[in-house]
């Protein structure tokens, strides 16, 4: 079955690094992956889409990569700053038909000062 | 605000009992998805909906089941609860569920089974 793993469950970093997130995927091979941030007791909310055929994207301090062959996605903030820290989520379809979007279980990310 | 409106915020209720939560999507949207949350599980997905119709299924129990009706609302309707079914439920709305458009989230129910 089709199954999605974040790399880690918490990653701390210091304000002003980097921050790199990882999502695998495995039998599957999705046209679109999305990340999402999620607050403690708040619903996600969508940060950016990349397609199969985008290698990289950008937004602001974002960046996302999607690498097909190797079925993962990197989710990269620059300059890291503590208001970044939250629970990020990526997410894609189960099926080409374009149902079905799932969710790994995120990484949670604390930035420190 | 996503503009995915999500009531109740808060239920709490006994074992046993039969619960209903409403979900009314971004105006325009089509396409409703239900996800279940508890403290150490991610998103599960449960069911999607569009346009009225079935789309989707999941995860989704028996003793769960969901609608969407003609003016898109949907509704969650969970029965003979159990202490595990305790979670937050996210309803989730996009234009019209396929590949390239993103999903929008409600603030969750907060269902507590006691």
């Known amino acids: 079955s089709q199954k999605i793993e974040q790399n880690s469950e918490a990653l701390n970093i210091q304000e002003g690094k980097t921050a790199t997130l990882t999502c695998n995927y495995t039998?599957?091979?999705?046209?679109?992956l999305q990340w999402y941030r999620q607050d403690p007791g708040r619903g996600p909310v969508f940060l950016l889409l990349i397609r199969e055929n985008e290698k990289e994207k950008r937004k602001e301090r974002l960046k996302v990569t999607f690498d097909t062959t190797l079925k993962q996605s990197l989710f990269h903030i620059t300059a890291s700053q503590p208001a970044d820290s939250a629970t990020y989520l990526c997410a894609l379809h189960l099926n080409q038909a374009g149902t079905a979007l799932i969710f790994g279980k995120g990484t949670t990310l604390s930035v420190s000062s | 605000d996503s503009g995915v409106t999500q009531t109740p915020k808060h239920l709490i209720t006994a074992t046993g009992q039969r619960v209903t939560l409403r979900c009314s999507p971004r105006s325009g949207d089509l396409s409703v998805y239900w996800y279940q949350q508890s403290l150490d599980q991610g998103l599960q997905f449960l069911i999607q909906?569009?346009?009225?119709?079935?789309?989707a299924k999941g995860n989704i129990l028996e003793r769960f089941s969901a609608q969407q009706f003609p003016d898109l609302h949907s509704e969650l309707n969970l029965s003979s609860l159990e202490l595990g079914d305790s979670a937050l439920y996210f309803c989730?709305?996009?234009?019209?569920?396929?590949?390239?458009?993103?999903?929008?989230f409600g603030q969750g129910t907060r269902l507590t089974v006691v």
């Open positions: 039998n599957y091979s999705p046209a679109y």
């Open positions: 989730a709305s996009s234009v019209d569920g396929v590949l390239n458009t993103e999903a929008f």
């Open positions: 909906y569009y346009n009225g119709e079935e789309r």
